[in-house]
Structures are given as C-alpha cells and as structure tokens.
C-alpha cells in the first residue's frame, strides 16, 4: 500500500491526451513539492516533472504537472507510442521523514 | 556528462549481508544529498535512504531502519548501502539517484544493481 495513490493504468489512442493523478495528505503532497518519473521497460527512472510543474531541460512541452492542495496531476498531451511506461509521482513526507512514491501508473498508447 | 554506477548486487542467504557502492561522475558529489530507491521484481518504486551533503543528516524507510546503513566518502567520491539482516523482501534492483531538487527530487539516476535475497 503506496502512502501516494495513483491509477494502477490508463489508456488512450496516439494523437490524444491523458492525465495521471496523484493523491496524498496533508504530510506530503500538501506541504511539499511533488515529482513525476517516467520509467520506459527495462530502464531506470527518468525525472519528467520537478517542483509540481516544472521541466528539466530536453523533456517536451507535451509533458505537464500540476498541483491542488494534497494532490498532483500529470498530464501529457499528443500521445506517442514511445510514451508508454510506467509513470510515479514522488515527494517528501513530513511525518514519515521519508520519501514517498506513489504506486504507479501503466500507460498504455492503444 | 552526469553519471551513477551502482555495483555490489548479486545473491545472499536470508540473514546475510551486502554492501552496494555507487560510483558518481560528471558532478560536484559534495555538493548535492544522495538518495537509494529499490524497486522489486514487477513492483513499484520504494524510496529507500537519503544522506546529507557531509553526511551529517541521513534517513531511512521504516523497512529497513536499523539493518541498512547509507553513507558517503566525499573525498573518494562514492555512496554506499551496508545491508545487513537481509531478508526475502529486500529482493529488488537498488538504484543510486542525485537529489537534484526539493523533496527528494532525484534528477539523475543510475542504472541500478540487482539484490536476490534466496537460500
């Protein structure tokens, strides 16, 4: 049991948009800064989000974050087939002293 | 050119012992805290370990406080993970990450190092 919570898939069609939530409390998300990885097969983690909406250089625009309160969004427009990974938002909590990810996401391009 | 080596995996007995090492390159390795994630087989991310630029701060999962040790040798440019009482469910490939941004951002990754905990 992830102390974040993701979808465990989505899906949708290349061409189309998706967006992936992240839910916490108050200890982590609430009154932190919340990242976003993608992890293609057989690859470690790349980071694609930091300080809730924020892109390291050489990651598309089509990637987007977003953050309300004790919960974070992903968003990626234009799907490719290339997008397909699993996806993990990732913070620190408060209470835990300790990081925390959420459980992932599968992404699947139909 | 930012890079993370992790090495030191390979298969132990339940109860035993292993110490991992990640070799950083490409960047001032004092200056940033250094993270351990592991991800079990077919599983999720878990964040493992952090530790302060000098060593002075360090963190734990609750999983594995008191059997695993992070530390770091500034001067010889390496981070390690003494595992000790190992057990069937530390089983997972160990990664080293650079915490490059705020809460545990971790912005450069290695390719991680597989653990088999098995009798």
């Known amino acids: 049991q992830s102390v974040l919570t993701q979808p465990p898939s989505v899906s949708a069609a290349p061409g189309q948009k998706v967006t992936i939530s992240c839910s916490g409390s108050s200890s982590n998300i609430g009154n932190n800064y919340v990242s976003w990885y993608q992890q293609l097969p057989g690859t470690a983690p790349k980071l694609l989000i930091f300080?809730?909406?924020k892109r390291p250089s050489g990651i598309p625009d089509r990637f987007s974050g977003s953050k309300s309160g004790t919960s974070a969004t992903l968003g990626i427009t234009g799907l490719q087939t290339g997008d397909e990974a699993d996806y993990y938002c990732g913070t620190w909590d408060i209470s835990l002293s300790a990081g925390v990810f959420g459980g992932g996401t599968k992404l699947t391009v139909l | 050119e930012v890079q993370l080596v992790e090495s030191g995996g390979g298969l132990v007995q339940p109860g035993g012992s292993l110490r991992l090492s990640c070799a950083p390159s490409?960047?001032?390795?004092?200056?940033?805290?250094m993270t351990w994630v592991r991800q079990a087989p077919g599983k999720g991310l878990e964040w493992v370990a952090n530790?302060?630029?000098?060593?002075?701060?360090?963190n734990y999962v609750d999983s594995v406080k008191g059997r695993f040790t992070i530390s770091r040798d500034n001067a010889k440019n390496s981070l390690s993970l003494q595992m000790n009482s190992l057990r069937a469910e530390d089983t997972a490939v160990y990664y080293c990450a650079r915490e490059g941004g705020r809460d545990t951002c971790n912005d450069y990754w290695g390719q991680g190092t597989l653990v088999t905990v098995s009798s």
């Open positions: 490409g960047f001032t390795f004092s200056s940033y805290w």
């Open positions: 530790i302060k630029q000098d060593g002075g701060e360090k």
């Open positions: 300080d809730n909406n």
